[in-house]
T-cell receptor
Framework: DQQVKQNSPSLSVQEGRISILNCDYTNSMFDYFLWYKKYPAEGPTFLISISSIKDKNEDGRFTVFLNKSAKHLSLHIVPSQPGDSAVYFC??????????????FGKGTLLTVNP | GAVVSQHPSWVICKSGTSVKIECRSL??????MFWYRQFPKQSLMLMATSNEGSKATYEQGVEKDKFLINHASLTLSTLTVTSAHPEDSSFYIC?????????FGSGTRLTVV
């Protein structure tokens, strides 16, 4: 049973446009959510996170929205740049992301930003 | 920011040999580190949670005798793949709780021939 789902394996957008990556979760105990960017043969790089006490968190071009009732979160990248092309993983944790609590990852979405 | 160093970045070994992968938190202390495995085009699957000074907690289906984890200090955790077989070939990644969130190492590509 996959607790974190990224239903779109890939997404292609034009440079300058908005990229919207979606993520759904099933475990109501999750209260801390993170987005990571990953290039092939490299470790994931942290992008942005959000606690369940918030519904939005913004950092530069990246904004994460959380809809707890729908158990859905999304990552918005605007404007999209070719360098944003990578696999994006959604991850979730319980215990407010405490150090002992493991992350559960989605399968990732490959974003391609075309010049 | 928090940095996690993972070494080696890639390794090729013969079947039946053992391989050790190191994961170091460079500028912070990590009482807990995590080891993941990623197959091509798949998600990161948690293998085990490594706790400093105590035994690791393994996820269901992960052989603890095959994947030995040691967390001897607050900045170092090691994963040893014992008696490696071709099916152990994969991308292994460690992570540690840092600021902000969890910081990942750069990963190790293991190929068993």
């Amino acid at each position: 049973d996959q607790q974190v789902k990224q239903n779109s394996p890939s997404l292609s957008v034009q440079e300058g446009r908005i990229s919207i990556l979606n993520c759904d979760y099933t475990n109501s105990m999750f209260d801390y959510f993170l987005w990571y960017k990953k290039y092939p043969a490299e470790g994931p790089t942290f992008l942005i996170s959000i606690s369940s006490i918030k519904d939005k968190n913004e950092d530069g071009r990246f904004t994460v929205f959380l809809n707890k009732s729908a158990k859905h979160l999304s990552l918005h990248i605007v404007p999209s740049q070719p360098g944003d092309s990578a696999v994006y993983f959604c991850a979730a944790s319980g215990n407010s992301g405490g150090s002992n609590y493991k992350l559960t990852f989605g399968k990732g979405t490959l974003l391609t930003v075309n010049p | 920011g928090a940095v996690v160093s993972q070494h080696p970045s890639w390794v090729i070994c013969k079947s039946g040999t053992s391989v050790k992968i190191e994961c170091r938190s460079l500028d912070f202390q990590a009482t807990t580190m995590f080891w993941y495995r990623q197959f091509p085009k798949q998600s990161l699957m948690l293998m085990a949670t490594s706790n400093e000074g105590s035994k690791a907690t393994y996820e269901q289906g992960v052989e603890k005798d095959k994947f030995l984890i040691n967390h001897a200090s607050l900045t170092l955790s090691t994963l040893t793949v014992t008696s490696a077989h071709p099916e152990d070939s994969s991308f292994y990644i460690c992570s540690a709780r840092g600021i902000p969130g969890y910081t990942f190492g750069s990963g190790t590509r293991l190929t068993v021939v």
